[in-house]
């Protein structure tokens, strides 16, 4: 069964753009998170989507956005980006939000603002 | 707010045990899990307690009291190969995910 997949790996923008980063997890799997990864703040939450609903959000703020489809996969966009915004996002896949807690995380999305 | 605390880094000699304690806020609280995360790679899931006690997987083990709002992964046996960074993670009923800021293990020949 493949893993959780993420696209792009990499992505270099400049301050003030916008993104949009990918998710596609396990088969089978409904419950997609994203975590935003820096060195001094550790795997911050941003949101989780279950059945093309978002059912949590962290404390970010409304540049940070995401969505559902009807296939589970999901994406995040984050407008005007700041210099801040440079992090690894991961996303994780899990079977449903009620199921145990393990998450199968992909290998992120390095996303580096200048 | 929830937010848990655990060691930034903890140093030990191959061969040899480590506990790396994780400390939470109780209201809540459903369940704590840990994930291992080497330098360049994705966490992966270690385990999960919900109840009180010691569930041991192979040379890792994680310990769960709840009267304590604690818990702890035990890594025994120490290999190179377990040098990683570890984070616990707790669930809470809102299902809400967090993480803790993650452990630096060190590990000594």
């Known amino acids: 069964k493949a893993g959780v997949t993420q696209t792009p790996r990499y992505l270099i923008k400049t301050r003030g753009q916008q993104v949009t980063l990918s998710c596609s997890p396990i088969s089978g799997h409904r419950s997609v998170s994203w975590y935003q990864q820096t060195p001094g703040q550790g795997l911050q939450f941003l949101f989780e989507y279950f059945s093309e609903t978002q059912r949590n959000k962290g404390n970010f703020p409304g540049r940070f956005s995401g969505r559902q489809f009807s296939n589970s996969r999901s994406e995040m966009n984050v407008s005007t980006l700041e210099l801040g915004d440079s992090a690894l996002y991961l996303c994780?896949?899990?079977?449903?939000?009620?199921?145990?807690?393990?998450?199968?995380f992909g290998p992120g999305t390095r996303l580096t603002v200048l | 707010g929830q937010s848990l605390e655990q060691p930034s880094e903890v140093t030990a000699v191959e061969g040899a045990i480590v506990q790396i304690n994780c400390t939470y806020q109780?209201?809540?609280?459903?369940?704590l899990s840990w994930y291992q995360q080497h330098d360049g790679g994705a966490p992966t899931f270690l385990s999960y307690?919900?109840?009180?006690g010691l569930e041991e997987t192979g040379r890792f083990s994680s310990f769960l009291s709840r009267s304590d709002s604690y818990g702890y992964l035990l890594l025994q046996e120490l290999q190179m190969k377990d040098s990683a960074s570890y984070f616990c993670a707790v669930k809470y009923r809102d299902d809400k995910i967090i993480f803790g800021k993650g452990t630096r293990l060190h590990i000594l020949p």
């Open positions: 307690n919900a109840l009180d």
């Open positions: 994780a896949s899990s079977l449903g939000t009620g199921v145990g807690n393990e998450q199968f």
């Open positions: 109780t209201s809540g609280f459903y369940g």
